[in-house]
Nanobody
Framework: QVYLEESGGGSAQAGGSLRLSCAMS????????MGWFRQAPGKEREGVAAINNDGETMYVESVTGRFTISLDNAKSTLYLQMNNLTREDTAMYYC?????????????????????WGQGTQVTVSP
C-alpha cells in the first residue's frame, strides 16, 4: 500500500502563488509515476501535471509555464509550485501515484487508472 497526504492548499489572489506538497510513504517502490490532479465544482477530475522517476515532466496546456511539478526522492515528497494563479485554478487538488506507461497516459487516463490517492487539498483563487 502507498499512502499519500497533501498539504499547502489555501486561498490566494489572482496572480499569486501557492506550493502544494504530497508526502509519500509505504510501498513507494511500486510507483514509477506521480501526478497532480484537480477537480473543480461540477466538473470531472482532470490531470494537471505528471512526473516519472527519471524526472521527466508533462503538463496540461492550461497550466504550462505557470505550474511546476517536482519530486524530492530523499524526502519522498512531491511538489506542485503554482504561479500566476487564475480563478480557473480553483479546485480540490489531489496527488496520485502508481506504475505508468507514459506521462501523457498519466494525464489522459490516470484519473481512472491510478490506485493510490491522497485525500485532497483545496485551492481557492479570488479576483
Amino acid at each position: 500500500q502507498v499512502y499519500l497526504e497533501e498539504s499547502g492548499g489555501g486561498s490566494a489572489q489572482a496572480g499569486g502563488s501557492l506550493r502544494l506538497s504530497c508526502a509519500m510513504s509505504g510501498a513507494i517502490y511500486r510507483t514509477t509515476c506521480m501526478g497532480w490532479f484537480r477537480q473543480a465544482p461540477g466538473k470531472e477530475r482532470e490531470g494537471v501535471a505528471a512526473i516519472n522517476n527519471d524526472g521527466e515532466t508533462m503538463y496540461v496546456e492550461s497550466v504550462t509555464g505557470r505550474f511546476t511539478i517536482s519530486l524530492d526522492n530523499a524526502k519522498s515528497t512531491l511538489y506542485l509550485q503554482m504561479n500566476n494563479l487564475t480563478r480557473e485554478d480553483t479546485a480540490m487538488y489531489y496527488c496520485a501515484a502508481d506504475s505508468c506507461v507514459t506521462l501523457d497516459w498519466v494525464l489522459s487516463i490516470g484519473v481512472t487508472r491510478f490506485d493510490y490517492w491522497g485525500q485532497g487539498t483545496q485551492v481557492t483563487v479570488s479576483p
